[in-house]
């Protein structure tokens, strides 16, 4: 019998990993199949007897890094099934409530990586906006499902207020710090805030099919820019004379003049586009996200990997989910309900993945 190539057990380890992700990440615990999750518990321990007999005393590190993911995973997986146990004992809860929850968990964790524990004065007022909008869209959810869903709903509800207390509290805090510090300081900052509008353009708009960019992102990422020129041109009135301050003006102004004509140009083209069309382009950007997810994470040593990029990840995934659930209100389609379950899941697991790879780097 011809031994397994690392290739080959590459692969089936990938292929249990996305089994998983499409049968139970995000997916409400009470609803799901304990045979399947034994199965890929079993095809797990394959993989991990197959690549602990190809060690075989060396230390390769591919299959040491293969095995280290693959006993994380099965450890995972363990723990869901003790998991899906006590939520059938528990009895079940219905699709929509463990949605709204799980949308919950996805505001949370956006929130988490942009803002907790971050540099106040640097942080993006427009996104922690939308967060806070979002936080409330979720609230409103579940207001309307407590009464018939009181037990699953309640609490996390109660957990929904309190977040959205702190995300507020915290756009009072993130406004004053930005308006600390000496004029040079000030309008050292705004010309930082203003450098991660044209990194979000970078990663979201150059480039990309003008089919599947959000017009409010943009919308948003303007009115950021024209925030820190309003501050900048506050402060040359007020005595600040620096001619780094007055070209920076320049450059927002430049920006800000280019990117309204992208707008322009996104709303053009997506008005040429039907609905069907719009949410089959979307579907092939959460695809393209999802492959680069597999080459530069799957099967990985999670303590070797770029938080930025997985962060991007869950950002894109977050941009594409957005507009899929623009289509489901004004015009549900078959296709895109399906795809937008996907990227749900998805950007679900890739917050998990998130905390993971953040755990492994302190560990190691």
């Known amino acids: 019998m011809s031994r397994t190539t690392f290739k080959e057990l590459k692969e089936r380890a990938d292929s249990i990993y996305q089994r998983y992700d499409a049968h139970f990440a995000g997916k409400a615990r009470a609803t799901r199949d304990l045979e399947l999750l034994d199965t890929l518990l079993a095809d797990l321990e394959g993989v991990i007897e197959e690549g602990t007999s190809q060690i075989n005393g060396s230390r390769d590190p591919a299959i040491v890094s293969l095995l280290e993911m693959a006993r994380d995973n099965q450890q995972v997986y363990r723990d869901e099934r003790q998991a899906i146990v006590e939520a059938k004992e528990a009895g079940p809860i219905s699709e929509e409530a463990a949605r709204v929850i799980a949308d919950a968990n996805l505001v949370f964790g956006q929130y988490r990586r942009h803002f907790a524990g971050k540099d106040r004065r640097t942080r993006d007022m427009g996104l922690l906006m939308e967060i806070i909008t979002d936080l409330e869209e979720v609230r409103a959810r579940m207001k309307a499902l407590v009464k018939s869903h009181r037990a699953e709903i309640e609490p996390n509800l109660q957990i929904v207020e309190d977040n959205l207390r702190m995300y507020r509290n915290e756009a009072h805090q993130v406004e004053a710090a930005q308006t600390q510090g000496t004029p040079q300081e000030q309008a050292d900052l705004l010309a930082t805030l203003a450098n991660e509008q044209f990194s979000l353009y970078r990663d979201h708009f150059a480039g990309k099919s003008r089919l599947t960019r959000r017009e409010g992102l943009l919308e948003r990422m303007i009115e950021q820019l024209k925030r820190a020129r309003v501050g900048m041109q506050r402060l040359k009135k007020r005595g600040l004379r620096s001619q780094a301050n007055e070209r920076n003006v320049g450059i927002i102004t430049d920006n800000v003049k280019l990117y309204t004509g992208e707008l322009a140009a996104i709303k053009e083209a ?19 996200v999802m492959a680069e997810y597999r080459e530069h994470f799957a099967g990985q040593n999670r303590a070797t990997r770029d938080l930025a990029k997985l962060s991007l990840m869950c950002d894109q995934l977050a941009e594409i989910g957005r507009q899929m659930h623009a289509i489901e209100v004004k015009s549900p389609l078959e296709m895109n309900a399906k795809n937008l379950d996907i990227v749900s899941d998805t950007r679900t697991m890739y917050e998990r993945e998130y905390r993971e790879v953040e755990k492994a780097k302190v560990g190691a």
């Open 270 to 288: 997506r008005a040429e586009l039907t609905t069907e069309q719009i949410a089959g382009s979307l579907g092939a950007a959460a695809n393209e």
